[in-house]
């Protein structure tokens, strides 16, 4: 804090001051090994200063790049402790969904996030379930349909380009897109149901991008980058904390994008240095980045 009334707090300080007791609550799958999802999330947020309360949809004993994991259902001890803070009082101010799993599961997250949305929480989703063309082990097309009703209340999506082009009923998922082709695609999901909308990974006209659409303004952006010789899992968590933490700040969907791209590059710069060989970043070591 200033010592005096002209003394400007650094930026690190600014965000404390306006993020701290800004209540966010985080719906996503909990790795018992691997920083990813509900781990990613709360660190990166929690190092953000804001007031995290996470709840897991499934504990996984370890990440899917391993090729084997166990996979328990958290279904009714996330809405009994759900209904136990809403008897403490507790309220959210923003919602961020992740990995969710069946469709039952599903549907009460939806009417759980409808609830919250009336009441003024802004709403984030990572429609977690398909990438490099195809869903995820153990999903089916069913699970396409319950992402859909998510997006639909959700104020803000994540999804890679795979993930969009499955919501957006695509049969063929290109290697690239021109413009005008990812325009399209972005026209299809708001006529689906989605508000804003961050493709998290996509190349147009063969650039590697980010690909962002804010409802509010109708404006497109897109956030070139350089692609990385890394195999991780969790740069996708990574990216949606990091520009979650930001837009909640700034309400400005270019502004959080560039800041989350320039923040990624740090992390990666850095965990590439020191890297032996792990499978998804241990965020921890990288937090004072975020400073």
Not at 182 to 200: D, M, N, P, Q, W
Request: with cysteine; glycine share 6%; net charge negative.
């Amino acid at each position: 804090m200033p010592k005096n009334a002209n003394e400007i707090p650094r930026a690190s300080e600014t965000m404390l001051v306006q993020n701290k007791n800004v209540p966010i609550l985080l719906l996503s799958d909990f790795p018992s090994y691997g920083t990813v999802a509900l781990k990613m999330a709360a660190a990166i947020l929690g190092k953000l200063h804001y007031d995290v309360f996470s709840l897991p949809t499934a504990l996984v004993s370890n990440t899917l790049n391993y090729g084997r994991a166990q996979i328990q259902d958290t279904t009714e001890y996330l809405f009994h402790s759900l209904g136990i803070w809403k008897e403490l009082g507790f309220s959210f101010s923003a919602l961020f969904i992740g990995f969710v799993l069946e469709n039952a599961q599903a549907e009460r997250i939806y009417q759980f996030a409808k609830e919250e949305k009336e009441k003024g929480s802004y709403i984030f989703f990572d429609p977690i379930m398909a990438d490099h063309g195809k869903l995820y082990n153990g999903l089916q097309k069913k699970d396409i349909e319950s992402r859909k009703q998510l997006m639909q209340v959700a104020d803000c999506i994540f999804p890679n380009k795979t993930e969009a082009c499955l919501l957006a009923d695509l049969n063929i998922v290109p290697d690239s897109f021109t413009l005008h082709e990812a325009k399209e695609l972005v026209y299809s999901l708001v006529e689906k149901g989605a508000k804003s909308i961050c493709i998290t990974s996509m190349k147009i006209d063969e650039i590697p991008c980010i690909f962002l659409y804010e409802e509010s303004t109708k404006e497109f952006h897109t956030l070139p980058y350089t692609e990385r010789n890394l195999n991780l899992g969790g740069t996708g968590d990574l990216f949606s904390s990091l520009f979650i933490g930001k837009y909640l700040q700034v309400k400005n969907f270019l502004s959080a994008g560039e800041w989350t791209l320039q923040k990624i590059n740090s992390i990666l710069d850095a965990f590439q240095e020191k890297n032996h060989g792990e499978k998804t970043i241990p965020i921890e070591e990288y937090l004072p980045i975020l400073d």
